[in-house]
């Protein structure tokens, strides 16, 4: 009995290690499998890999030729300025070829406007009285020679009417004046007493007429001794004034004379100065003195006590934009320099202290460049570097070049020569 229960164990413990082992040979096969298979996986990926790598650097390598292609393409038109011709006509836009040209030495100051001697007159009252105007009297207003401009009347005044008075004087010494004329043929008046009488006469003739032929119902009328202008009237409505009082200044206004205020420094050049242009600041408009007939009078040997500027003088004809009296900017225009680059004022733009002009590359396409500027004479100025002669340059409508540069309306890469 034993004997089977010991047979049964062993018979169990053999059939148990059977199964273990069989489990083990199973598990190592599953295991080399695997790993047989991972390695051909992975090897298979990693060419794979390989290939994707040689691949994104092959896409890579093109895509760096052909940015580095536009990058140039763009970099040679990033500073082309792109505008039509129908924009550019429509805008104003002009351009000159520029060539060296003969171009003056200039002195920048400043100055005023006079009135030349002998274009100015100013009136005075010839007899004592209140002001009445014949109607109104303004500052700029035509008057011709001989027109009366208000009227001077003493009535109601306790010195009495001028006007009568005067012919009361005049009639007086006439009368005195017939009689000695008598006298002195036989002596009873003496040629001195004569001559007295005869001189009390003529001055109470002369006053008399002075004011006799201008005599209204309303007093004594004042009259315009030339044609011109009213430049002020010094009286009012209703003012009492005396005798050479004055009421109103009348100028012409055909000759002007310009006097401009020059430094001490520049006193050397001042016997080379042959000219002068001048800018209003009412019209910003530039005047050249040899358009209007003009000359040098003289230039100041010496500066005033009070002041560290010597006086240059012109003469020139006033063609009724130029109001007598304005401050203006002067330029001084001396020797003349030849072979000068200059460009008109219109061609030029300004950038934060900096000069820039535009250069026409062709039908469409302008370029902006920088210019230093030299001497100026109001109209063009000297350019120093930036420019060469043959340069196509924009000298009018500049600001619209500018301004279709700031817009980007069109990539400047995308214009094609």
């Known amino acids: ?58 896409e890579g390598h093109d895509h760096d030729g052909h940015d580095h292609g536009a990058e140039e393409a763009q970099a040679a038109h990033s500073d082309e300025i792109i505008l039509s011709p129908e924009k550019a006509k429509e805008a104003g836009v002009e351009a000159e070829i520029i060539q060296p040209k003969p171009f003056r030495q200039v002195i920048v100051t400043s100055g005023q406007v006079q009135a030349a001697q002998g274009d100015e007159s100013v009136v005075v009252a010839n007899v004592a009285g209140v002001v009445s105007f014949r109607h109104p009297v303004t500052d700029g207003m035509s008057v011709g020679k001989g027109t009366a401009i208000l009227n001077i009347s003493a009535e109601n005044m306790p010195d009495g009417d001028p006007v009568k008075r005067a012919r009361i004087a005049y009639e007086t010494t006439k009368k005195e004046y017939d009689r ?20 009390n006469y003529e001055n109470a003739r002369l006053a008399y007429e002075a ?32 005798v050479g009082q004055p009421l109103v200044s009348i100028t012409q206004n055909r000759r002007l004379f310009l006097r401009a205020d020059v430094s001490e420094k520049y006193y050397s050049y001042l016997h080379s100065i042959q000219s002068a242009n001048f800018k209003t600041p009412y019209d910003n408009k530039v005047y050249e003195l040899g358009d209007l007939k003009g000359r040098l009078l003289s230039y100041g040997k010496a500066s005033g006590g ?16 130029v109001i007598p009296g304005s401050y203006v900017e002067v330029y001084l225009l001396s020797t003349e320099m030849p072979d000068v680059l200059a460009l008109p004022v219109t061609a030029l733009t300004e950038e ?31 350019i120093l570097t930036g420019l060469k002669a043959g340069d196509n340059v924009v000298t009018k409508g500049a600001y619209q070049v500018k301004l279709a540069s700031a817009s980007n309306a069109i990539p400047a890469h995308s214009h094609e020569h």
């Open 211 to 242: 004011i006799a032929k201008n005599q209204t119902k309303t007093g004594v009328a004042i009259t315009a001794p030339m044609g011109g202008y009213i430049k002020s009237c010094l009286v009012q409505e209703g003012d009492y004034v005396s």
């Open 180 to 199: 000695a004329a008598k006298l002195v043929e036989s002596q009873i008046v003496s040629q001195k007493e004569f001559n007295t009488i005869k001189e």
């Open 352 to 382: 934060q202290g900096l000069h820039f002009i535009y250069l026409k590359l062709d039908e469409e396409g302008y370029k902006k460049q920088e210019v230093t500027l030299g001497a100026g004479n109001g109209k063009e100025v000297q």
């Open 306 to 321: 009070s002041s560290f500027y010597v006086p240059v003088t012109f003469e020139f004809d006033n063609r009724g934009d």
């Open 1 to 58: 009995m034993k004997k089977l229960i010991f047979m049964g164990v062993l018979g169990l413990f053999l059939l148990g290690s059977c199964i273990s082992k069989s489990e083990h040979d199973h598990e190592g096969h599953n295991h080399g499998t695997e790993e047989a298979h991972n390695h051909d996986h992975e090897g298979h990926d990693h060419d794979h890999e390989g290939h994707d790598h040689e691949s994104h650097n092959h």
